[in-house]
């Protein structure tokens, strides 16, 4: 999957100015991350102009010292690059470690990262993506609804990178039960040196619960008041190892829209986390179901419910019924949004996308993989307007595909194997924007997994979890 990917339209306006990113090379020692693994990294970037693109990728250690830097080569207009990191030769060389990146370009380009621990030769087999951060994505308060210290084999971290140029953060953070009562308040989370990032451990932090009490969210800030970005990697080592990773968020929103919500639907299940952010104010709202479920919720500042879709015995469910969309609208309150996919037993897949909370007639698909070296996409999109649309998928091969009549909140999946009315060639890399046709307003997330059955192809070792979920860009 780590491959370079050409002829790959960018369609994407999304303003750049330099993104942070969080990559491994693929030795252990030097890493600071705490989910188990020997990890690799690979750098995606798309050209989203006509215009060719210079890209400068700046590696930092976690001193905010500059290690080396690497330009690619030039990326035409439209086209897409994939970077594993490993391979990068510069000078001075890239030792193996952990390392925050700063990606600059001279035309406005998209960025994200995809990291797997393939290369151990015991398990665990796990995989995660997130995607990077424009910088005015960056802020001072970020935003973390789903943290886990032990929670039912449950853990996680927070890497927090300062993208101030010049100014060390102070990092600390109040941490929240689901009730919104503080369990522990204004946290040194130790300091971060400009540019670079710093990874903390749930179960590194004094004062916080473990066990079934161990699931709490977070606000992290700096005592300088500078701008913040970060991810929150989770993972498990037991039934089945499994590792995901979602965005920060820098502040909330009265609506939101879940475009993949799953009940036993090929197996898999999902859970999604609704937090009020909001300093004052009660978040009273609803979550309504594609298929006009309702669940009511009133959450006081800070706090956060979780809806696990086998627990709602109105829901359908199976391979035919069991995939689901959601909107989430408050009257009151500012929220954000978190979605967990999993396998409860077998191969262990596990993935997390932030929900979306903007919809647009066009969505980038950034990453289209059909067949490719074994894995394959799933683009979920989700009618949110309130009538019927058709949504096509339009590729940058000049394939495209069409579901007619899809209903008023409802969502569409657009599977990407032979035996599910693909129309892309075989091992196919592109990209791609879904769009509506009559205007109407969609979101979409893209999940790529292995295929195991494809003609020549060894398939990942089981269990595995090479699941991975990154949200499409709103044009």
Excluded: C
Excluded at 217 to 228: K, M
Excluded at 312 to 336: R, W
């Amino acid at each position: 999957m780590m491959r370079k990917i050409r002829r790959a339209f960018a369609l994407s306006i999304f303003f750049l100015g330099a993104l942070a990113l969080f990559v491994f090379t693929s030795q252990p020692a030097a890493a600071q991350t705490n989910a188990p693994g020997v990890w690799s990294s690979a750098i995606n970037l798309q050209n989203t102009t006509t215009s060719p693109a210079t890209v400068v990728i700046t590696f930092y250690d976690t001193s905010g010292n500059v290690v080396t830097t690497y330009t690619p080569e030039t990326l035409a207009g439209g086209e897409a690059l994939s970077i594993f990191v490993p391979s990068i030769t510069t000078s001075p060389a890239l030792p193996s470690g952990q390392y925050s990146v700063v990606v600059s370009s001279d035309v406005q380009i998209l960025a994200s990262v995809n990291t797997a621990s393939t290369s151990s030769t015991s398990a665990p087999w796990t995989a995660f993506a997130y995607d990077g951060f424009d910088s005015s994505q960056a802020g001072t308060s970020l935003y973390f609804p789903g943290n886990y210290n032990n929670y039912f084999n449950f853990f996680s971290e927070l890497v927090i990178q300062n993208t101030d140029p010049s100014t060390t953060a102070n990092l600390k953070a109040t941490f929240r039960d689901q009730s919104g009562s503080v369990i522990a308040s204004d946290v040194s989370l130790g300091s971060v040196a400009p540019n670079a990032a710093r990874t903390v451990a749930m179960s590194s932090v004094a004062g916080l619960p473990s066990g079934s009490s161990g699931i709490f969210g977070a606000v992290v800030t700096s005592d300088e008041n500078v701008n913040l970005v970060g991810v929150a990697n989770i993972w498990r080592t037991t039934p089945t190892a499994g590792t995901a990773s979602y965005s920060g968020f820098t502040s909330g929103s009265t609506e939101l829209y879940a475009p993949s919500l799953l009940n036993n639907y090929f197996g898999f299940n999902s859970a999604i986390t609704i937090q009020n952010v909001h300093s004052t104010d009660n978040a009273i709202g609803t979550l309504t179901y594609s298929d006009g479920t309702i669940e009511n919720f009133n959450l006081v500042p800070g706090a956060a419910i979780d809806y696990f879709q086998p627990n709602n015995p109105s829901l359908p469910s199976g391979n035919s019924n069991g995939l689901l969309a959601a909107e989430v609208q408050v009257t009151q309150g500012s929220v954000v949004g978190l979605v967990s996919q999993s396998v409860p037993s077998g191969t262990g897949s596990f993935a997390s996308y932030n929900v979306p909370a903007s919809a647009a007639s066009s969505v980038n698909i950034p990453s289209v993989l059909s067949d490719y070296y074994g894995y394959f996409s799933a683009v979920t999109v989700q009618n949110t307007g309130s009538t019927s649309t058709n949504v096509t998928i339009d590729y940058a091969n000049g394939d495209s595909r069409t579901i007619n009549n899809v209903a008023a909140g409802a969502t569409v999946n657009f599977i990407h194997l032979d035996n599910a009315s693909d129309v892309l060639p075989f091992r196919t890399a592109t990209s791609a924007t879904v769009s509506s046709s009559n205007g109407n307003p969609l979101v979409a997330v893209i999940q790529h997994n292995t295929s195991p059955n494809v003609a020549g192809y060894n398939s990942a070792k089981t269990p595995s979890d090479y699941l991975l979920a990154v949200t499409g860009v709103a044009e």
